[in-house]
Nanobody, 121 residues
Framework: QVQLVESGGGLVQAGGSLRLSCAASGSIASINTMAWYRQAPGKERELVARITSIGYTNYADSVKGRFTISRDNAKRTVYLQMNSLKPEDTAVYYC???????????????WGPGTQVTVSS
């Protein structure tokens, strides 16, 4: 079985920083793209940042210059460094990975349960 578990969320004042982590565990053969999404109350889930297996990244316009995505392939972990946080960054942040389990010949998309980030003004 494959699991993604996020950590690092919490309450922070505007202008502050947080670092999210997401570790993949279980019977994994390979991990392709990893990403962070977020969903604010009453809004659709949106892509925040994405990183490929060789380190290519892309970001939502709203977080460019403030957030940085990175990954440690040996640890099967993706990170999201969030700086200069704004109240509008408040959301549940979800980790996402396109990976192939050892028991499957096809990759699939997996999600973590989410971690709450609240930015106070």
């Amino acid at each position: 079985q494959v699991q993604l578990v996020e950590s690092g969320g919490g309450l922070v004042q505007a202008g502050g920083s947080l670092r999210l982590s997401c570790a993949a565990s279980g019977s994994i053969a390979s991990i392709n793209t990893m990403a962070w999404y977020r969903q604010a109350p009453g809004k659709e889930r949106e892509l925040v940042a994405r990183i490929t297996s060789i380190g290519y990244t892309n970001y939502a316009d709203s977080v460019k210059g403030r957030f940085t995505i990175s990954r440690d392939n040996a640890k099967r972990t993706v990170y999201l460094q969030m700086n200069s946080l704004k109240p509008e960054d408040t959301a549940v942040y979800y980790c996402n990975a396109d990976l192939r389990p050892t028991y499957s010949i096809h990759p699939d998309v997996y999600w973590g349960p989410g971690t709450q980030v609240t930015v106070s003004s």
